[in-house]
Protein backbone atom coordinates (compact mmCIF):
# COMPACT_ATOMS: atom_id res chain seq x y z
CA UNK A 1 0.00 0.00 0.00
CA UNK A 2 2.63 2.42 -0.17
CA UNK A 3 4.95 3.94 2.28
CA UNK A 4 4.66 3.61 5.69
CA UNK A 5 4.87 6.62 8.01
CA UNK A 6 5.05 6.58 12.28
CA UNK A 7 1.24 8.24 12.05
CA UNK A 8 -1.84 9.43 10.81
CA UNK A 9 -1.75 12.80 8.65
CA UNK A 10 -3.56 15.72 10.21
CA UNK A 11 -5.38 16.77 7.27
CA UNK A 12 -7.30 20.20 8.25
CA UNK A 13 -10.06 22.06 5.64
CA UNK A 14 -10.29 26.11 6.07
CA UNK A 15 -12.83 27.05 3.67
CA UNK A 16 -16.34 25.29 2.92
CA UNK A 17 -17.36 27.41 0.00
CA UNK A 18 -15.79 30.76 -1.76
CA UNK A 19 -16.56 33.92 0.72
CA UNK A 20 -15.98 31.47 3.74
CA UNK A 21 -14.48 32.77 7.02
CA UNK A 22 -11.11 34.64 5.89
CA UNK A 23 -8.86 33.94 8.98
CA UNK A 24 -9.87 30.25 9.14
CA UNK A 25 -6.39 29.53 7.33
CA UNK A 26 -4.48 31.86 9.77
CA UNK A 27 -6.63 29.47 12.58
CA UNK A 28 -5.64 26.16 11.32
CA UNK A 29 -2.12 27.32 11.03
CA UNK A 30 -1.79 28.49 14.13
CA UNK A 31 -4.45 26.36 16.13
CA UNK A 32 -2.58 23.33 16.64
CA UNK A 33 -0.29 20.92 14.52
CA UNK A 34 -1.56 20.08 10.97
CA UNK A 35 0.46 18.33 7.97
CA UNK A 36 -1.81 19.49 5.47
CA UNK A 37 -4.65 22.31 5.05
CA UNK A 38 -7.23 22.18 2.15
CA UNK A 39 -9.71 24.49 0.95
CA UNK A 40 -12.78 23.81 -0.95
CA UNK A 41 -14.15 27.23 -2.96
CA UNK A 42 -16.47 25.61 -5.76
CA UNK A 43 -19.66 25.16 -5.28
CA UNK A 44 -21.79 24.02 -8.44
CA UNK A 45 -22.80 27.64 -8.47
CA UNK A 46 -19.64 29.17 -8.00
CA UNK A 47 -17.90 28.15 -11.55
CA UNK A 48 -21.26 30.61 -13.04
CA UNK A 49 -19.73 33.16 -10.92
CA UNK A 50 -16.61 32.66 -11.59
CA UNK A 51 -17.18 33.19 -15.75
CA UNK A 52 -19.44 36.39 -14.90
CA UNK A 53 -16.36 37.51 -13.27
CA UNK A 54 -14.03 36.69 -16.17
CA UNK A 55 -16.17 38.18 -18.37
CA UNK A 56 -15.98 41.56 -16.67
CA UNK A 57 -11.78 41.59 -15.89
CA UNK A 58 -9.44 39.35 -17.02
CA UNK A 59 -7.36 36.81 -14.24
CA UNK A 60 -11.12 36.41 -12.70
CA UNK A 61 -11.51 33.08 -13.56
CA UNK A 62 -9.84 31.88 -9.76
CA UNK A 63 -10.70 32.53 -6.29
CA UNK A 64 -8.41 35.84 -5.02
CA UNK A 65 -9.47 35.41 -2.08
CA UNK A 66 -7.35 32.86 -1.33
CA UNK A 67 -4.38 35.12 -2.01
CA UNK A 68 -5.54 37.22 1.27
CA UNK A 69 -5.99 34.32 3.24
CA UNK A 70 -2.64 32.95 2.46
CA UNK A 71 -0.86 35.87 3.15
CA UNK A 72 -0.48 36.88 6.29
CA UNK A 73 0.37 32.96 7.38
CA UNK A 74 2.75 32.31 4.06
CA UNK A 75 6.08 32.38 6.20
CA UNK A 76 4.51 30.11 9.01
CA UNK A 77 3.46 27.52 6.53
CA UNK A 78 6.97 27.14 4.73
CA UNK A 79 8.61 27.40 8.38
CA UNK A 80 6.50 24.43 9.66
CA UNK A 81 6.41 22.43 6.22
CA UNK A 82 2.91 22.57 6.21
CA UNK A 83 1.44 21.65 2.98
CA UNK A 84 -1.66 24.16 1.39
CA UNK A 85 -4.03 22.12 -1.39
CA UNK A 86 -7.13 24.25 -2.36
CA UNK A 87 -9.43 24.40 -5.53
CA UNK A 88 -9.65 27.74 -5.36
CA UNK A 89 -8.18 27.74 -8.97
CA UNK A 90 -12.08 27.82 -10.18
CA UNK A 91 -11.48 28.22 -14.15
CA UNK A 92 -7.57 29.41 -14.08
CA UNK A 93 -5.61 27.27 -11.66
CA UNK A 94 -2.70 28.04 -13.79
CA UNK A 95 -3.23 32.11 -13.59
CA UNK A 96 -3.81 31.13 -9.02
CA UNK A 97 -0.51 29.38 -9.60
CA UNK A 98 1.36 32.52 -11.12
CA UNK A 99 -0.53 34.85 -9.02
CA UNK A 100 0.25 32.64 -5.44
CA UNK A 101 4.43 32.62 -6.68
CA UNK A 102 4.56 36.77 -7.41
CA UNK A 103 2.84 36.66 -3.61
CA UNK A 104 5.46 34.48 -1.95
CA UNK A 105 8.33 36.52 -4.04
CA UNK A 106 6.79 39.55 -2.73
CA UNK A 107 6.87 38.26 0.60
CA UNK A 108 10.02 36.60 0.35
CA UNK A 109 8.53 32.87 1.29
CA UNK A 110 9.84 30.00 -0.49
CA UNK A 111 6.78 27.87 -1.36
CA UNK A 112 6.82 25.65 -4.23
CA UNK A 113 3.42 25.95 -6.08
CA UNK A 114 2.17 23.21 -8.56
CA UNK A 115 -1.10 23.22 -9.94
CA UNK A 116 -3.34 20.74 -11.59
CA UNK A 117 -5.63 20.70 -14.46
CA UNK A 118 -7.11 19.28 -17.49
CA UNK A 119 -10.67 19.36 -15.72
CA UNK A 120 -11.98 22.23 -18.11
CA UNK A 121 -13.72 20.71 -21.17
CA UNK A 122 -15.44 23.95 -23.02
CA UNK A 123 -13.52 24.25 -25.74
CA UNK A 124 -14.33 20.56 -26.49
CA UNK A 125 -17.94 20.18 -26.10
CA UNK A 126 -18.31 20.04 -29.52
CA UNK A 127 -15.33 17.45 -30.51
CA UNK A 128 -17.16 15.51 -27.83
CA UNK A 129 -20.83 15.78 -29.89
CA UNK A 130 -19.40 15.48 -33.16
CA UNK A 131 -17.20 11.82 -31.62
CA UNK A 132 -20.83 10.51 -30.51
CA UNK A 133 -20.86 11.66 -26.69
CA UNK A 134 -24.42 12.41 -26.28
CA UNK A 135 -23.43 14.13 -23.12
CA UNK A 136 -27.27 13.13 -22.17
CA UNK A 137 -28.42 15.09 -18.71
CA UNK A 138 -27.85 13.19 -15.82
CA UNK A 139 -31.43 13.28 -14.84
CA UNK A 140 -33.61 13.89 -17.73
CA UNK A 141 -31.74 12.09 -20.30
CA UNK A 142 -32.06 14.93 -22.45
CA UNK A 143 -29.52 15.26 -25.18
CA UNK A 144 -27.30 18.25 -24.81
CA UNK A 145 -28.20 19.37 -27.95
CA UNK A 146 -32.03 19.76 -27.15
CA UNK A 147 -30.46 22.44 -24.34
CA UNK A 148 -29.87 25.13 -26.68
CA UNK A 149 -27.47 27.58 -24.56
CA UNK A 150 -23.97 28.17 -25.39
CA UNK A 151 -21.55 26.93 -23.02
CA UNK A 152 -19.76 29.22 -20.50
CA UNK A 153 -17.99 26.81 -18.40
CA UNK A 154 -17.52 23.12 -18.93
CA UNK A 155 -15.89 21.43 -16.04
CA UNK A 156 -15.30 17.94 -15.49
CA UNK A 157 -14.88 16.59 -11.79
CA UNK A 158 -10.93 15.06 -11.22
CA UNK A 159 -10.00 12.92 -8.34
CA UNK A 160 -7.20 13.01 -5.89
CA UNK A 161 -4.30 11.36 -7.46
CA UNK A 162 -3.11 14.72 -9.49
CA UNK A 163 -2.71 15.98 -6.19
CA UNK A 164 -0.90 13.34 -4.70
CA UNK A 165 1.50 13.72 -7.73
CA UNK A 166 1.83 17.23 -7.03
CA UNK A 167 3.02 16.63 -3.40
CA UNK A 168 5.26 14.02 -3.92
CA UNK A 169 6.87 16.21 -6.70
CA UNK A 170 7.72 18.23 -3.91
CA UNK A 171 5.17 21.17 -4.12
CA UNK A 172 4.46 22.79 -1.04
CA UNK A 173 1.00 24.56 -2.42
CA UNK A 174 -0.97 22.95 -5.00
CA UNK A 175 -3.59 25.00 -6.62
CA UNK A 176 -6.44 22.79 -8.77
CA UNK A 177 -9.45 23.21 -10.71
CA UNK A 178 -12.74 21.70 -10.63
CA UNK A 179 -11.61 18.50 -8.50
CA UNK A 180 -14.36 16.49 -6.80
CA UNK A 181 -14.78 17.99 -3.11
CA UNK A 182 -13.57 14.86 -1.31
CA UNK A 183 -10.62 14.62 -3.64
CA UNK A 184 -8.53 17.61 -1.84
CA UNK A 185 -8.28 15.48 1.26
CA UNK A 186 -8.28 11.59 0.05
CA UNK A 187 -5.22 13.23 -2.37
CA UNK A 188 -3.32 14.35 0.07
CA UNK A 189 -3.77 11.19 2.18
CA UNK A 190 -3.03 9.30 -0.69
CA UNK A 191 0.22 11.00 -1.42
CA UNK A 192 0.90 10.51 2.65
CA UNK A 193 0.40 6.86 2.26
CA UNK A 194 1.60 6.19 -0.97
CA UNK A 195 -1.24 4.64 -1.72
CA UNK A 196 -2.05 3.18 -5.54
CA UNK A 197 -5.00 3.55 -7.18
CA UNK A 198 -5.88 -0.22 -6.17
CA UNK A 199 -5.98 0.60 -2.46
CA UNK A 200 -9.94 0.95 -2.93
CA UNK A 201 -11.05 0.47 0.75
CA UNK A 202 -8.06 3.29 1.98
CA UNK A 203 -9.11 5.47 -0.24
CA UNK A 204 -12.74 5.04 0.50
CA UNK A 205 -11.94 6.07 3.50
CA UNK A 206 -10.20 8.89 2.65
CA UNK A 207 -13.11 10.55 0.29
CA UNK A 208 -16.08 9.52 3.26
CA UNK A 209 -12.93 11.66 5.82
CA UNK A 210 -12.59 14.30 2.94
CA UNK A 211 -16.60 14.42 2.41
CA UNK A 212 -16.73 15.31 6.23
CA UNK A 213 -14.58 18.04 6.69
CA UNK A 214 -15.03 19.68 3.09
CA UNK A 215 -17.37 22.03 4.51
CA UNK A 216 -15.78 23.51 7.10
CA UNK A 217 -17.70 24.30 10.07
CA UNK A 218 -20.81 21.95 9.42
CA UNK A 219 -18.74 19.22 10.79
CA UNK A 220 -17.84 21.71 13.94
CA UNK A 221 -21.87 22.17 14.47
CA UNK A 222 -22.54 24.79 12.02
CA UNK A 223 -26.06 24.82 10.91
CA UNK A 224 -26.79 21.75 12.60
CA UNK A 225 -30.19 20.57 14.26
CA UNK A 226 -28.93 20.51 17.44
CA UNK A 227 -27.39 23.63 17.74
CA UNK A 228 -28.80 24.72 20.61
CA UNK A 229 -26.73 21.90 22.69
CA UNK A 230 -23.31 23.43 20.96
CA UNK A 231 -21.20 25.61 22.53
CA UNK A 232 -18.87 28.24 20.46
CA UNK A 233 -20.96 28.64 17.51
CA UNK A 234 -20.43 32.12 17.44
CA UNK A 235 -17.01 31.34 16.36
CA UNK A 236 -17.07 27.86 15.49
CA UNK A 237 -13.73 25.74 14.81
CA UNK A 238 -12.55 23.92 11.34
CA UNK A 239 -12.30 20.28 11.28
CA UNK A 240 -9.70 17.99 10.97
CA UNK A 241 -9.18 14.77 9.82
CA UNK A 242 -6.56 12.47 10.85
CA UNK A 243 -6.30 10.00 8.35
CA UNK A 244 -4.64 6.72 9.16
CA UNK A 245 -2.74 4.08 6.72
CA UNK A 246 -6.00 2.03 6.52
CA UNK A 247 -7.72 4.99 5.52
CA UNK A 248 -9.70 4.78 8.98
CA UNK A 249 -9.47 8.34 10.54
CA UNK A 250 -10.58 10.64 13.14
CA UNK A 251 -12.34 13.96 12.91
CA UNK A 252 -11.56 16.44 15.66
CA UNK A 253 -10.79 20.62 16.15
CA UNK A 254 -8.24 22.53 17.50
CA UNK A 255 -8.49 22.54 20.86
CA UNK A 256 -10.18 25.79 22.31
CA UNK A 257 -12.12 26.16 18.95
CA UNK A 258 -15.97 27.01 19.15
CA UNK A 259 -18.25 24.10 18.24
CA UNK A 260 -17.82 20.66 18.95
CA UNK A 261 -17.21 17.58 16.93
CA UNK A 262 -19.93 14.34 17.97
CA UNK A 263 -21.36 11.45 16.00
CA UNK A 264 -24.61 13.85 15.30
CA UNK A 265 -22.43 16.74 13.76
CA UNK A 266 -20.05 14.08 11.87
CA UNK A 267 -23.58 12.55 10.64
CA UNK A 268 -24.94 15.67 9.53
CA UNK A 269 -22.26 15.78 7.21
CA UNK A 270 -21.62 13.00 6.25
CA UNK A 271 -25.39 13.02 4.73
CA UNK A 272 -25.37 16.66 3.26
CA UNK A 273 -25.25 16.05 -0.49
CA UNK A 274 -25.44 12.51 -0.94
CA UNK A 275 -28.11 10.58 -2.66
CA UNK A 276 -27.36 6.69 -2.95
CA UNK A 277 -25.37 4.92 -0.48
CA UNK A 278 -23.05 4.35 -3.22
CA UNK A 279 -21.28 7.64 -3.16
CA UNK A 280 -19.31 7.98 -6.44
CA UNK A 281 -15.80 9.96 -6.96
CA UNK A 282 -13.34 9.87 -9.95
CA UNK A 283 -10.73 7.63 -7.68
CA UNK A 284 -13.58 4.91 -6.07
CA UNK A 285 -17.01 4.39 -5.04
CA UNK A 286 -17.39 4.64 -0.86
CA UNK A 287 -19.90 2.48 0.02
CA UNK A 288 -21.78 5.13 3.17
CA UNK A 289 -23.76 2.02 4.26
CA UNK A 290 -20.48 0.33 5.55
CA UNK A 291 -19.48 3.59 7.56
CA UNK A 292 -19.22 2.90 11.30
CA UNK A 293 -18.88 6.09 13.82
CA UNK A 294 -18.14 5.82 17.22
CA UNK A 295 -16.66 8.59 19.73
CA UNK A 296 -12.94 8.68 20.38
CA UNK A 297 -12.42 11.84 23.26
CA UNK A 298 -13.86 14.65 23.74
CA UNK A 299 -14.36 16.55 20.04
CA UNK A 300 -13.17 13.11 18.16
CA UNK A 301 -15.36 10.93 16.62
CA UNK A 302 -13.49 7.56 14.55
CA UNK A 303 -14.41 6.51 10.83
CA UNK A 304 -13.61 3.32 10.00
CA UNK A 305 -15.07 0.16 7.97
CA UNK A 306 -15.60 1.87 4.96
CA UNK A 307 -15.50 -0.42 1.75
CA UNK A 308 -14.60 0.93 -1.57
CA UNK A 309 -15.61 -0.46 -4.94
CA UNK A 310 -13.43 0.13 -7.84
CA UNK A 311 -14.46 3.58 -9.39
CA UNK A 312 -16.89 4.33 -12.16
CA UNK A 313 -16.00 4.66 -16.20
CA UNK A 314 -17.41 8.25 -16.30
CA UNK A 315 -16.96 11.35 -13.57
CA UNK A 316 -19.37 14.18 -13.78
CA UNK A 317 -19.41 17.14 -15.99
CA UNK A 318 -20.60 20.32 -14.89
CA UNK A 319 -21.76 22.88 -17.87
CA UNK A 320 -22.85 25.93 -16.97
CA UNK A 321 -24.87 28.89 -19.55
CA UNK A 322 -26.66 32.04 -18.75
CA UNK A 323 -30.30 31.60 -18.44
CA UNK A 324 -33.25 34.41 -18.87
CA UNK A 325 -33.55 37.08 -17.61
CA UNK A 326 -35.13 37.14 -13.78
CA UNK A 327 -35.78 39.75 -11.65
CA UNK A 328 -37.59 40.18 -8.05
CA UNK A 329 -39.27 42.39 -5.74
CA UNK A 330 -41.01 41.44 -2.24
CA UNK A 331 -43.58 42.90 -0.54
CA UNK A 332 -44.13 43.71 3.03
CA UNK A 333 -48.16 42.67 4.42
CA UNK A 334 -48.96 44.31 7.40
CA UNK A 335 -52.55 43.69 9.96
CA UNK A 336 -55.55 42.69 8.82
CA UNK A 337 -56.78 40.64 6.08
CA UNK A 338 -53.19 39.65 4.75
CA UNK A 339 -54.67 36.61 2.12
CA UNK A 340 -56.70 39.56 0.56
CA UNK A 341 -53.95 41.94 0.05
CA UNK A 342 -51.89 39.49 -1.17
CA UNK A 343 -54.07 38.58 -3.56
CA UNK A 344 -54.70 42.21 -4.60
CA UNK A 345 -51.07 42.67 -4.83
CA UNK A 346 -51.14 39.49 -7.45
CA UNK A 347 -54.04 40.34 -9.61
CA UNK A 348 -52.57 44.05 -10.02
CA UNK A 349 -49.10 42.52 -11.18
CA UNK A 350 -50.74 40.27 -13.44
CA UNK A 351 -53.46 42.77 -14.75
CA UNK A 352 -50.13 45.27 -16.01
CA UNK A 353 -48.40 42.87 -17.49
CA UNK A 354 -50.56 40.64 -19.45
CA UNK A 355 -49.73 40.48 -22.93
CA UNK A 356 -46.57 42.27 -22.23
CA UNK A 357 -43.88 40.57 -24.26
CA UNK A 358 -40.40 39.05 -22.69
CA UNK A 359 -42.11 37.31 -19.58
CA UNK A 360 -42.31 33.44 -19.32
CA UNK A 361 -43.01 33.16 -15.67
CA UNK A 362 -44.51 34.88 -12.27
CA UNK A 363 -44.10 33.63 -8.97
CA UNK A 364 -46.07 35.07 -6.35
CA UNK A 365 -44.74 33.27 -2.97
CA UNK A 366 -45.54 34.41 0.91
CA UNK A 367 -42.94 34.22 3.39
CA UNK A 368 -43.97 33.89 7.06
CA UNK A 369 -47.17 34.12 9.32
CA UNK A 370 -47.93 37.17 10.64
CA UNK A 371 -48.77 37.26 14.52
CA UNK A 372 -52.74 37.79 15.73
CA UNK A 373 -53.16 40.80 18.28
CA UNK A 374 -49.01 41.65 17.43
CA UNK A 375 -47.38 44.15 20.36
CA UNK A 376 -45.15 45.33 17.44
CA UNK A 377 -44.97 46.22 14.15
CA UNK A 378 -43.16 43.65 12.51
CA UNK A 379 -44.71 40.58 14.19
CA UNK A 380 -47.61 41.77 12.16
CA UNK A 381 -45.88 41.57 9.39
CA UNK A 382 -44.98 38.84 6.73
CA UNK A 383 -43.76 38.76 2.91
CA UNK A 384 -44.92 38.62 -0.84
CA UNK A 385 -42.16 38.09 -3.37
CA UNK A 386 -42.80 38.58 -6.85
CA UNK A 387 -40.68 37.02 -9.35
CA UNK A 388 -40.54 37.16 -13.04
CA UNK A 389 -38.46 35.33 -15.47
CA UNK A 390 -38.36 36.31 -19.39
CA UNK A 391 -36.05 38.31 -21.28
CA UNK A 392 -34.24 41.71 -20.03
CA UNK A 393 -36.98 43.84 -21.48
CA UNK A 394 -39.97 42.10 -20.14
CA UNK A 395 -38.92 40.24 -16.47
CA UNK A 396 -36.44 43.81 -16.16
CA UNK A 397 -37.60 47.15 -17.29
CA UNK A 398 -41.57 45.82 -17.41
CA UNK A 399 -41.88 44.34 -14.37
CA UNK A 400 -40.42 46.65 -12.33
CA UNK A 401 -42.32 49.62 -13.58
CA UNK A 402 -45.50 47.33 -12.98
CA UNK A 403 -44.34 46.78 -9.41
CA UNK A 404 -43.53 50.13 -8.79
CA UNK A 405 -46.92 51.49 -9.85
CA UNK A 406 -48.46 49.97 -7.24
CA UNK A 407 -47.16 52.08 -4.64
CA UNK A 408 -50.24 54.48 -4.31
CA UNK A 409 -52.59 52.36 -5.82
CA UNK A 410 -53.21 48.84 -4.10
CA UNK A 411 -53.15 47.70 -0.57
CA UNK A 412 -53.40 49.61 2.66
CA UNK A 413 -49.68 49.93 4.45
CA UNK A 414 -48.09 48.73 1.12
CA UNK A 415 -44.17 49.15 1.30
CA UNK A 416 -41.14 46.52 0.04
CA UNK A 417 -37.87 46.10 1.11
CA UNK A 418 -36.25 48.61 -1.26
CA UNK A 419 -37.30 49.46 -5.29
CA UNK A 420 -37.17 46.33 -7.82
CA UNK A 421 -34.40 46.39 -9.55
CA UNK A 422 -33.03 46.19 -13.23
CA UNK A 423 -32.91 42.24 -12.73
CA UNK A 424 -30.07 39.81 -13.52
CA UNK A 425 -29.43 36.98 -16.25
CA UNK A 426 -29.45 33.71 -14.47
CA UNK A 427 -27.62 30.69 -14.93
CA UNK A 428 -28.35 27.31 -16.51
CA UNK A 429 -26.89 24.13 -15.55
CA UNK A 430 -26.31 20.87 -17.09
CA UNK A 431 -24.63 18.17 -15.41
CA UNK A 432 -23.75 14.82 -17.55
CA UNK A 433 -21.26 12.57 -17.72
CA UNK A 434 -17.95 11.96 -19.37
CA UNK A 435 -15.85 8.90 -20.10
CA UNK A 436 -12.87 9.42 -17.57
CA UNK A 437 -10.56 8.18 -20.14
CA UNK A 438 -10.93 11.21 -21.84
CA UNK A 439 -10.19 13.78 -19.31
CA UNK A 440 -6.36 14.75 -19.42
CA UNK A 441 -5.57 15.00 -16.06
CA UNK A 442 -2.12 16.82 -15.66
CA UNK A 443 -0.16 18.22 -12.97
CA UNK A 444 2.49 21.14 -13.70
CA UNK A 445 5.13 20.64 -10.96
CA UNK A 446 6.62 23.36 -9.72
CA UNK A 447 9.44 23.37 -12.10
CA UNK A 448 7.24 23.37 -14.78
CA UNK A 449 7.39 20.06 -15.77
CA UNK A 450 4.08 18.00 -16.87
CA UNK A 451 3.02 14.84 -15.71
CA UNK A 452 0.35 13.27 -17.09
CA UNK A 453 -2.32 11.11 -14.42
CA UNK A 454 -3.75 7.89 -16.45
CA UNK A 455 -7.63 7.20 -15.69
CA UNK A 456 -8.41 4.40 -13.38
CA UNK A 457 -6.96 1.27 -14.78
CA UNK A 458 -9.81 -1.25 -13.48
CA UNK A 459 -14.01 0.76 -13.25
CA UNK A 460 -16.60 -0.47 -12.80
CA UNK A 461 -20.31 0.43 -12.95
CA UNK A 462 -21.62 1.80 -9.65
CA UNK A 463 -24.40 -0.71 -7.82
CA UNK A 464 -27.75 0.29 -8.41
CA UNK A 465 -29.66 2.05 -5.66
CA UNK A 466 -31.83 -1.68 -5.04
CA UNK A 467 -28.43 -2.78 -3.89
CA UNK A 468 -27.96 -0.60 -1.78
CA UNK A 469 -31.02 -1.12 0.07
CA UNK A 470 -33.85 1.07 -0.95
CA UNK A 471 -36.91 -0.65 0.28
CA UNK A 472 -39.50 0.55 2.77
CA UNK A 473 -40.02 -0.43 6.05
CA UNK A 474 -43.68 -2.18 6.82
CA UNK A 475 -45.56 -0.51 9.89
CA UNK A 476 -45.08 -1.89 13.84
CA UNK A 477 -47.07 -1.07 16.30
CA UNK A 478 -44.42 1.37 18.80
CA UNK A 479 -47.19 1.94 21.93
CA UNK A 480 -48.81 5.14 22.92
CA UNK A 481 -48.57 8.42 20.81
CA UNK A 482 -49.08 11.99 21.44
CA UNK A 483 -48.88 14.94 18.40
CA UNK A 484 -46.10 16.64 17.92
CA UNK A 485 -43.20 18.39 15.79
CA UNK A 486 -40.88 15.53 14.37
CA UNK A 487 -37.83 17.54 15.22
CA UNK A 488 -38.24 16.35 18.65
CA UNK A 489 -37.12 13.03 17.87
CA UNK A 490 -34.88 13.04 14.81
CA UNK A 491 -32.01 15.34 13.39
CA UNK A 492 -32.36 16.70 9.56
CA UNK A 493 -29.38 17.61 6.79
CA UNK A 494 -30.92 19.02 3.84
CA UNK A 495 -28.84 20.42 0.29
CA UNK A 496 -29.15 20.34 -3.31
CA UNK A 497 -27.51 18.08 -5.62
CA UNK A 498 -28.37 19.60 -8.94
CA UNK A 499 -31.83 19.73 -9.98
CA UNK A 500 -32.42 17.32 -6.59
CA UNK A 501 -32.65 17.86 -3.12
CA UNK A 502 -31.56 15.56 -0.65
CA UNK A 503 -32.74 15.12 2.71
CA UNK A 504 -30.84 13.21 5.47
CA UNK A 505 -32.74 12.08 8.49
CA UNK A 506 -31.12 10.52 11.70
CA UNK A 507 -31.83 9.85 14.93
CA UNK A 508 -28.86 9.38 18.23
CA UNK A 509 -31.11 7.01 20.00
CA UNK A 510 -30.42 3.15 18.92
CA UNK A 511 -34.65 2.65 20.87
CA UNK A 512 -35.65 5.29 17.78
CA UNK A 513 -34.22 3.95 14.84
CA UNK A 514 -36.85 1.03 14.10
CA UNK A 515 -39.72 4.34 14.50
CA UNK A 516 -37.67 6.10 12.31
CA UNK A 517 -37.25 3.70 9.40
CA UNK A 518 -40.56 2.30 9.95
CA UNK A 519 -42.43 5.82 9.82
CA UNK A 520 -40.28 8.05 7.61
CA UNK A 521 -41.52 6.41 4.57
CA UNK A 522 -41.63 8.16 1.06
CA UNK A 523 -45.62 8.36 1.29
CA UNK A 524 -45.10 9.81 4.48
CA UNK A 525 -42.69 12.16 3.19
CA UNK A 526 -44.93 13.22 0.70
CA UNK A 527 -47.58 14.15 3.54
CA UNK A 528 -45.84 15.79 5.55
CA UNK A 529 -44.09 18.19 2.29
CA UNK A 530 -46.93 18.85 0.33
CA UNK A 531 -44.91 20.58 -2.24
CA UNK A 532 -42.80 16.88 -2.96
CA UNK A 533 -46.43 15.39 -3.63
CA UNK A 534 -45.99 14.78 -7.64
CA UNK A 535 -42.25 14.55 -7.72
CA UNK A 536 -40.30 11.45 -8.05
CA UNK A 537 -38.49 10.59 -4.23
CA UNK A 538 -35.57 8.11 -3.53
CA UNK A 539 -35.40 6.17 -0.63
CA UNK A 540 -32.26 4.90 1.00
CA UNK A 541 -31.83 3.32 4.47
CA UNK A 542 -28.25 3.42 6.26
CA UNK A 543 -28.32 1.55 9.49
CA UNK A 544 -24.83 1.55 10.85
CA UNK A 545 -25.87 5.63 10.92
CA UNK A 546 -29.13 5.43 11.85
CA UNK A 547 -30.44 7.45 8.88
CA UNK A 548 -33.08 7.66 6.39
CA UNK A 549 -32.06 9.89 3.35
CA UNK A 550 -34.62 10.78 0.82
CA UNK A 551 -33.92 12.31 -2.83
CA UNK A 552 -36.60 14.76 -4.21
CA UNK A 553 -36.32 15.09 -7.47
CA UNK A 554 -36.57 18.35 -9.80
CA UNK A 555 -37.53 20.18 -6.64
CA UNK A 556 -34.89 22.95 -7.47
CA UNK A 557 -35.37 23.08 -11.03
CA UNK A 558 -32.56 22.51 -12.98
CA UNK A 559 -29.92 23.37 -10.30
CA UNK A 560 -29.14 26.36 -8.02
CA UNK A 561 -28.25 28.51 -10.80
CA UNK A 562 -31.32 28.61 -12.14
CA UNK A 563 -33.90 27.52 -8.99
CA UNK A 564 -37.26 29.32 -8.84
CA UNK A 565 -37.69 27.64 -5.43
CA UNK A 566 -36.86 30.92 -2.53
CA UNK A 567 -34.68 28.42 -0.98
CA UNK A 568 -33.00 27.77 -3.66
CA UNK A 569 -30.38 25.19 -2.23
CA UNK A 570 -33.33 23.35 0.10
CA UNK A 571 -30.90 24.25 2.67
CA UNK A 572 -34.23 24.48 5.06
CA UNK A 573 -36.10 21.50 3.35
CA UNK A 574 -34.98 19.47 6.60
CA UNK A 575 -36.00 22.10 9.51
CA UNK A 576 -38.95 22.54 7.47
CA UNK A 577 -40.02 18.68 7.64
CA UNK A 578 -38.78 18.43 11.46
CA UNK A 579 -41.51 21.07 12.89
CA UNK A 580 -44.28 19.09 11.09
CA UNK A 581 -46.42 17.46 13.46
CA UNK A 582 -46.65 13.53 13.37
CA UNK A 583 -47.79 10.83 16.17
CA UNK A 584 -44.91 10.39 17.65
CA UNK A 585 -44.16 7.34 20.80
CA UNK A 586 -44.13 8.48 24.23
CA UNK A 587 -41.44 5.54 25.67
CA UNK A 588 -39.31 7.59 22.88
CA UNK A 589 -39.56 10.72 24.10
CA UNK A 590 -39.30 9.88 27.69
CA UNK A 591 -35.71 8.43 26.72
CA UNK A 592 -35.14 11.87 24.73
Not at 37 to 43: I, R
Not at 114 to 133: M, Q, S
Not at 511 to 518: G, S, T
Request: hydrophobic share 45%.
Amino acid sequence: MGTTRGRPVRIANCSGFYGDRLAALAEMVAGGPVDVVTGDYLAEVTMLVLAKVRSRRPGGGYAASFLRQLEPVAAEVAARGIKVVVNAGGLDPAGLAVATRELLARLGVELSVAHVEGDDLTDRLDGLLAGGHRLAHLDTGAPFSSWGRRSLTANAYLGGFGIAAALAGGADVVVTGRVADASLAAGAAAWWWGWTPADHDALAGAVVAGHVIECGAQATGGNFSGFAAVAGLEHPGFPIAEVDRDGSAAITKHPGSGGAVTLDTVTAQLLYEVDSPAYLNPDVVARLDTVRLEPAGADRVRIDGVEGLPPPPTTKLAVTALGGWRNTATLVLTGLDLDAKAALAEAAVRARLEGVAGITDLRFTRIGVAADDPDEQMAGSCLLQVAADGDEAGAGRAFSAAVVELALANYPGMYGLGPPGAGSASGAYWPTLVPQAIVEHTVIHPDGRREAIPPPAATAPPPGPGAAGAGEAGSRDFGPTVDGPLGRLVHARSGDKGGNANLGLWVGDPAAWPWLCATMTTGRLRALLPETAALAIDRYELPNLRAVNFVVRGLLDGGATEARRFDAQAKALGEWLRARHLPLPVSLLEQA
